[in-house]
T-cell receptor, first 113, second 111 residues
Framework: EDQVTQSPEALRLQEGESSSLNCSYTVSGLRGLFWYRQDPGKGPEFLFT???AGEEKEKERLKATLTKKESFLHITAPKPEDSATYLCAVPRADTGTASKLTFGTGTRLQVTL | DVKVTQSSRYLVKRTGEKVFLECVQD?????MFWYRQDPGLGLRLIYF???????EKGDIPEGYSVSREKKERFSLILESASTNQTSMYLCASSLSSGQGSFGPGTRLTVT
C-alpha cells in the first residue's frame, strides 16, 4: 500500500532560523512528488513537482529536493508569512493515471518574530 | 492559473438533509476530485472523475455520490447528511500529470 509520512507534525521556528521538513514515501514506480502549502481554512496551493532523484526546485525561501526514498522541503531564513501547513503527495501506484494522489498528513509550520 | 471555485465556503445542514456541493474549474482539466479533510487524518479521496459522466470511488465513498454532466463542473452529493460528515470538503482538478489546483474548500457542519 502506498504510504506518505511527513515529519515533524509541527515545527516552530524563529524568524531567520532555517530548517527542513521531511516527506518519506513508499510507492513503487514513483511518477512524481508534489509539495503543497495550505493556509488555515483554505485549499492547498501547489508549490513544486519533483520527478527524479537528485532533482531540486526553488521558490523564494523554499527549496525542495528528492531522493529515492524521501523528499525534503528546506526553508531558509523563514519569515512569519511562511507559517502554514505543508503537504506532500505522490501518485498512487495502483492506477494508470498520475493524477490520483496519496497525501501525507502535513507539517504545521509556525514562524515567530 | 487554473481557478477552482466551490459553491459555498460555509454550510450548516441538519441530519438527514440532502446536501449538494458544487465545484467548477475554468481550465480544460479532465480530472476532478472531491476530498474531505479532517484533523489528524489528512486529505482523503471521496470520488474521482476522469471524464464527463465517468467516476471512480475513492477511499471513503460511503454516504456520498457525485455527478459530472459537464467537463468543468463536478458535484458532490450527500444523500442523507449525518453528523460524521461534518468536515472540510475540498474540490480539485488536474491534468493527467498529477499537478492540480484546489478550490477554497467548503466547511460543512451537520447538526
Amino acid at each position: 500500500e502506498d504510504q506518505v509520512t511527513q515529519s515533524p507534525e509541527a515545527l516552530r521556528l524563529q524568524e531567520g532560523e532555517s530548517s527542513s521538513l521531511n516527506c518519506s514515501y513508499t510507492v513503487s514506480g514513483l511518477r512524481g512528488l508534489f509539495w503543497y502549502r495550505q493556509d488555515p481554512g483554505k485549499g492547498p496551493e501547489f508549490l513544486f513537482t519533483l520527478y527524479s532523484a537528485g532533482e531540486e526546485k526553488e521558490k523564494e525561501r523554499l527549496k525542495a529536493t528528492l531522493t529515492k526514498k524521501e523528499s525534503f522541503l528546506h526553508i531558509t531564513a523563514p519569515k512569519p508569512e511562511d507559517s502554514a501547513t505543508y503537504l506532500c503527495a505522490v501518485p498512487r501506484a495502483d492506477t494508470g493515471t498520475a493524477s490520483k494522489l496519496t497525501f501525507g498528513t502535513g507539517t504545521r509550520l509556525q514562524v515567530t518574530l | 492559473d487554473v481557478k477552482v471555485t466551490q459553491s459555498s465556503r460555509y454550510l450548516v445542514k441538519r441530519t438527514g438533509e440532502k446536501v449538494f456541493l458544487e465545484c467548477v474549474q475554468d481550465m480544460d482539466h479532465e480530472n476532478m476530485f472531491w476530498y474531505r479533510q479532517d484533523p489528524g487524518l489528512g486529505l482523503r479521496l471521496i470520488y474521482f472523475s476522469y471524464d464527463v459522466k465517468m467516476k471512480e470511488k475513492g477511499d471513503i465513498p460511503e454516504g456520498y455520490s457525485v455527478s459530472r454532466e459537464k467537463k468543468e463542473r463536478f458535484s458532490l452529493i450527500l444523500e442523507s447528511a449525518s453528523t460524521n460528515q461534518t468536515s472540510m470538503y475540498l474540490c480539485a482538478s488536474s491534468l493527467s500529470s498529477g499537478q492540480g489546483s484546489f478550490g477554497p474548500g467548503t466547511r460543512l457542519t451537520v447538526t
